[in-house]
């Protein structure tokens, strides 16, 4: 059996995980000019979902206004720069993609929450904050804290089942990739509950573990380098906002006619 993580372990890890994108800041003797953007290209099957977001669907159609919940812990955010993490880039990205359309959205953090905590407390959100769409991010303290996977996935379960019966959609977000923290924790058996519930209940899983993965492969991103601070944070968050924001039209089946 693995043993738990010893707290300096978890302090640690906590500090890659939730910092990692966002570790230095720029040197002050640095004067040249930056390199240009790297393309946020993603493969098309992860943008696509064979499940769908019906409310999101009929709220936009109806000419009523679409309210987004996102539901995340430290790494939905950047410390001092909440204008450029991926909520507000995809909440900017969903107003120019559906022009005619009134976009509110709210973030609820939960930074050092487990799945089956936060699961506690979703109803008590929806009712508060009568959301159409609720983005739920999670698995990163799970797998921080070694948490059992069967538990992890009642978690999810229970938590998907909630949000249904208080009447939202849901899009699930799983970890991040962080290829520095690989040897730090088990990724996978999240990744797999994760996306073993959402098909089981036709939600769309929002794969940000392979999207990040996957620039990191093509080189668009060096998540390894820890000089780049929040520099590269601002645009790894943008990148993925405009993602989700694509993922998320996508499973409402808002076309080009719908849009405007």
């Known amino acids: 059996m693995k043993s738990a993580p010893t707290m300096l372990g978890l302090t640690l890890l906590a500090a890659c995980l939730t910092a990692g994108l966002a570790a230095a800041p720029a040197r002050a003797g640095d004067t040249a000019e930056p390199p240009p953007p790297p393309p946020c290209d993603v493969p098309a099957y992860l943008l696509t979902s064979e499940s769908s977001l019906p409310k999101v669907t009929d709220a936009i159609?109806?000419?009523?206004?679409?309210?987004?919940?996102?539901?995340?812990?430290?790494?939905?955010?950047?410390?001092?720069?909440?204008?450029?993490?991926?909520p507000a880039t995809l909440q900017a990205a969903l107003k120019?993609?559906?022009?005619?359309?009134?976009?509110?959205?709210?973030?609820?953090?939960?930074?050092?929450?487990?799945?089956?905590?936060?699961?506690?407390?979703?109803?008590?959100l929806v009712e508060a904050k009568k959301p159409t769409l609720v983005?739920?991010?999670?698995?990163?303290?799970?797998?921080?804290?070694?948490?059992?996977?069967?538990?992890?996935?009642?978690?999810?379960?229970?938590?998907?089942?909630?949000?249904?019966?208080?009447?939202?959609?849901?899009?699930?977000?799983?970890?991040?990739?962080?290829?520095?923290?690989?040897?730090?924790?088990?990724?996978?058996?999240?990744?797999?509950?994760?996306?073993?519930v959402a098909q089981q209940h036709d939600v769309p899983l929002f794969d940000r573990f392979a999207i990040m993965k996957q620039w990191s492969d093509a080189g668009y991103f060096d998540l390894f380098s820890t000089s780049h601070g929040v520099d590269l944070a601002k645009k790894v968050h943008a990148c993925l906002g405009r993602a989700l924001a694509k993922f998320v039209i996508d499973a409402a089946h808002l076309g080009p006619v719908q849009q405007n």
């Open 135 to 196: 983005i739920w991010q999670t698995g990163t303290v799970d797998a921080m804290r070694a948490v059992d996977p069967d538990d992890f996935r009642t978690a999810i379960n229970e938590g998907v089942v909630a949000l249904r019966d208080a009447g939202t959609d849901v899009v699930l977000v799983n970890l991040q990739y962080s290829p520095r923290t690989e040897t730090m924790i088990s990724a996978p058996p999240y990744l797999d509950n994760m996306k073993v």
């Open 61 to 86: 159609k109806s000419n009523r206004p679409l309210n987004v919940l996102v539901v995340g812990s430290r790494s939905s955010t950047i410390q001092g720069n909440e204008a450029s993490a991926y």
């Open 96 to 124: 120019e993609a559906l022009p005619s359309s009134t976009i509110d959205l709210s973030v609820e953090l939960q930074g050092k929450s487990t799945a089956e905590e936060t699961a506690g407390t979703l109803v008590k």
